[in-house]
């Protein structure tokens, strides 16, 4: 008798596990888990092939990518009226949100995603963060993003002071972040978003300065190069937020420069140096948490598989090195436990990194200040 009710009870587990893996089949032929997710397929076909042409990691990935964090991060356990997080309010009250200083030149980002936004039945939070993740795909050396579906869109804009500036103390952006629920370490771990990315607004001298010298690809040498010695300034300098950076033609923020400093996160900012894989993992996991902000994820439903693979960094190309003419004496060493690691210098005379090319579809009717931005977005029915 024992061993009936064993073999009925595997059959039943073998039962439950092909109905949890039953797929369902879209209207389009890709199968998902969840039936929620075909209306992903759509979208991600219209911006593969339109938003993010080039398909590499360009200024597009940058301005998808940027946006997210400004969205998601309006938010605060402690305060309600500071915003409902991941909830596309950046865009449906872009007129209030985009004349916030720490939110100029998001108005690229209205003007790349609104006509996408307006073509697909998705909320404008889901899109901004569906968007951020799909981007992400562009960049070597990125673990494949998750992605949950299905947040509710914003009723209320969020207040000025929600996105922390670069020329804030650390002890303010920590404080800040923190009451969105995010650890220092998660901050940290954000922050390898700039290695990916570049600033059109803090020096008005020049456009698409990138944070480090290989802005198309997503490794560690963001943390290399800001930890540094800063000796020059990519344009006219002098700029809020900005101070000196050690590469000819990279911005260094004055938050960065900080953080890879201070005793409260400078080993944090260390142990990504050459570490391809913590970077990595770190990032994924602070990324997921952020695009939830403020969001019930019970009511979500995880659609991660609909997100492409990304292109693998080759282990050669993930290899940190110091840039040409710099080596291990022009490291200001700040974390006081770890020495910081030997690197190679790259071979060859110092050159300036270029600057990143800004794509056209950037440049719109919705400005900085959010005068002429569409708060409205017409949908198409499902």
Same mark, same amino acid.
């Given at each position: 008798?024992?061993?009936?009710?064993?073999?009925?009870?595997?059959?039943?587990?073998?039962?439950?596990?092909?109905?949890?893996?039953?797929?369902?089949?879209?209207?389009?032929?890709?199968?998902?888990?969840?039936?929620?997710?075909?209306?992903?397929?759509?979208?991600?076909?219209?911006?593969?092939?339109?938003?993010?042409?080039?398909?590499?990691?360009?200024?597009?990935?940058?301005?998808?990518?940027?946006?997210?964090?400004?969205?998601?991060?309006? @938010?605060?356990?402690?305060?309600?009226?500071? $915003? &409902?997080?991941?909830? *596309?309010?950046?865009?449906?009250?872009? !007129?209030? =949100?985009?004349?916030?200083?720490?939110?100029?030149?998001?108005?690229?980002?209205?003007?790349?995603?609104?006509?996408?936004?307006?073509?697909?039945?998705?909320?404008?939070?889901?899109?901004?963060?569906?968007?951020?993740?799909?981007?992400?795909?562009?960049?070597?050396?990125?673990?494949?993003?998750?992605?949950?579906?299905?947040?509710?869109?914003?009723?209320?804009?969020?207040?000025?002071?929600?996105?922390?500036?670069?020329?804030?103390?650390?002890?303010?952006?920590?404080?800040?972040?923190?009451?969105?629920?995010?650890?220092?370490?998660?901050?940290?771990?954000?922050?390898?978003?700039?290695?990916?990315?570049?600033?059109?607004?803090?020096?008005?001298?020049?456009?698409?300065?990138?944070?480090?010298?290989?802005?198309?690809?997503?490794?560690?040498? @963001?943390?290399?190069?800001?930890?540094?010695? $800063? &000796?020059?300034?990519? *344009?006219?300098?002098?700029?809020?937020? !900005?101070? =000196?950076?050690?590469?000819?033609?990279?911005?260094?923020?004055?938050?960065?420069?900080?953080?890879?400093?201070?005793?409260?996160?400078?080993?944090?900012?260390?142990?990504?140096?050459?570490?391809?894989?913590?970077?990595?993992?770190?990032?994924?996991?602070?990324?997921?948490?952020?695009?939830?902000?403020?969001?019930?994820?019970?009511?979500?439903?995880?659609?991660?598989?609909?997100?492409?693979?990304?292109?693998?960094?080759?282990?050669?190309?993930?290899?940190?090195?110091?840039?040409?003419?710099?080596?291990?004496?022009?490291?200001?060493?700040?974390?006081?436990?770890?020495?910081?690691?030997?690197?190679?210098?790259?071979?060859?005379?110092?050159?300036?990194?270029?600057?990143?090319?800004?794509?056209?579809?950037?440049?719109?009717?919705?400005?900085?200040?959010?005068?002429?931005?569409?708060?409205?977005? &017409?949908?198409?029915?499902?």
């Amino acid at each position: 008798m024992l061993s009936t009710t064993f073999v009925l009870l595997a059959a039943l587990a073998t039962v439950s596990k092909a109905a949890l893996t039953r797929r369902v089949v879209c209207s389009d032929g890709n199968t998902v888990s969840n039936e929620a997710c075909c209306a992903l397929f759509p979208v991600l076909e219209d911006i593969q092939t339109n938003m993010f042409a080039d398909d590499d990691c360009s200024d597009a990935a940058h301005t998808a990518l940027r946006v997210a964090f400004h969205d998601a991060i309006g @938010f605060s356990h402690s305060n309600p009226s500071m $915003g &409902t997080g991941a909830d *596309g309010s950046i865009f449906i009250f872009a !007129e209030t =949100e985009l004349d916030f200083d720490a939110n100029l030149g998001i108005a690229d980002a209205f003007n790349l995603e609104a006509p996408f936004i307006a073509k697909h039945n998705i909320s404008v939070a889901d899109f901004i963060q569906f968007s951020a993740a799909v981007s992400l795909t562009k960049c070597p050396g990125i673990l494949r993003p998750t992605f949950m579906f299905g947040r509710v869109d914003a009723t209320f804009s969020a207040p000025d002071g929600t996105v922390p500036e670069p020329f804030q103390t650390v002890d303010d952006i920590l404080a800040r972040m923190g009451d969105a629920g995010l650890t220092p370490a998660e901050v940290v771990a954000l922050l390898a978003s700039h290695s990916i990315a570049g600033a059109d607004d803090v020096d008005p001298s020049i456009s698409g300065l990138p944070f480090d010298s290989t802005p198309s690809v997503f490794d560690t040498q @963001f943390f290399v190069e800001t930890q540094l010695r $800063g &000796t020059l300034f990519p *344009g006219t300098g002098g700029n809020q937020g !900005e101070v =000196e950076s050690a590469v000819a033609g990279v911005l260094r923020l004055q938050s960065d420069s900080n953080l890879a400093r201070d005793s409260a996160t400078a080993c944090l900012w260390q142990a990504n140096v050459n570490n391809q894989a913590l970077m990595a993992s770190s990032f994924q996991q602070a990324f997921a948490k952020m695009q939830v902000l403020g969001q019930d994820v019970s009511k979500m439903v995880d659609c991660s598989e609909v997100i492409p693979v990304p292109p693998t960094l080759a282990a050669s190309a993930a290899q940190a090195f110091f840039p040409p003419g710099l080596t291990h004496n022009d490291v200001e060493q700040a974390c006081a436990s770890t020495p910081f690691p030997n690197l190679p210098t790259a071979p060859g005379a110092q050159e300036v990194v270029p600057s990143i090319v800004q794509d056209p579809a950037t440049n719109g009717a919705c400005q900085d200040d959010g005068t002429d931005c569409t708060a409205q977005f &017409t949908k198409q029915p499902a």
